[in-house]
Structures are given as C-alpha cells and as structure tokens.
C-alpha cells in the first residue's frame, strides 16, 4: 500500500508538472491572439521566440505579416485548442480557428523553451482533417 501511494504521488507530481507547461503554453498563444485583438502589436512580438523576432526585425512587419497572411489569427471568431505533442526540445500544439465566416483552419503551434519562458517558434497551417477534434 505503501509502495502505492508513492507512485500515485509520483504521478500527480509529475502529471501536474506536464499540465502545468500546457497551461503555460496555452496562455503564451491566448496572450499572443489577445494582443492580435486589439492591435496590440508590440506585445503579440514580445511571444515570439528570438529566432521569429530575428527574422521579422520588428513588430511592425510581423504584426503585417499576421495580418495580411494569416488573418483568420488576427481576427478570429473562435480558436480551439487540441491536442499538444513533445518533439525533442519542442512542443507541437494543434489549434483550430474559425475565420470571420465561420470556416475552420487548422494550425500546429511550434513551442520552445526560452529561459524558462514558452515562445512561439513558427506556426504552420495544416489539412484541417489532419487536426484531431
């Protein structure tokens, strides 16, 4: 019994640990698509990883960037979060979006640790029959 209760101790900790980056990084996107929201350029760069903001230079060209090519993300009318997956040193998190007609689009969310901090890495459009449900 014994041997019992420490594992299921174990578990929670462990599992608590693994729900814990989830949530972590399912507020770094929400944050991301809140700022998107209301213009809110600057703060939308601030969640992308080092290697996005190298590659844009500046929020402005991002926030152009979002706009002009994913604008079903600048302008959402509903975002699911679906299953995330480790990959190495990354995190894959699915997500779906509705654009202002209502059509779904299905995007994986590439996720890096960055000093202890989730970033968004790239963010990749899919087959939506590709995302689970």
């Known amino acids: 019994m014994r041997t019992f209760m420490m ?5 929670v900790c462990f599992g608590s640990g693994a729900f814990a980056d989830e949530s972590k990084i399912q507020n770094v996107i929400s944050s ?24 844009f230079g500046s929020p402005e060209n991002f926030g152009k ?14 975002v699911t979060f679906l299953r995330q997956k480790a990959d190495g040193g990354v995190v894959l998190q699915e997500m779906r979006f509705s654009d202002a007609d209502g059509i ?11 000093s202890g ?17």
Request: aromatic fraction near 12%.
């Open 7 to 11: 594992v299921l101790g174990l578990m």
């Open 32 to 55: 991301q698509i809140e700022a998107f929201q209301q213009d809110d350029i600057e703060t939308a760069f601030t969640f992308a990883s080092p290697k996005i903001q190298l590659l």
């Open 65 to 78: 960037m979002v706009q002009n090519g994913y604008p079903m993300v600048w302008r959402p009318s509903d």
């Open 104 to 114: 779904g689009h299905a995007f994986i969310y590439e996720m890096v640790d960055v």
């Open 117 to 133: 901090s989730w970033k968004i890495n790239g963010v990749y459009k899919i087959k939506s029959n590709d995302v689970s449900a």
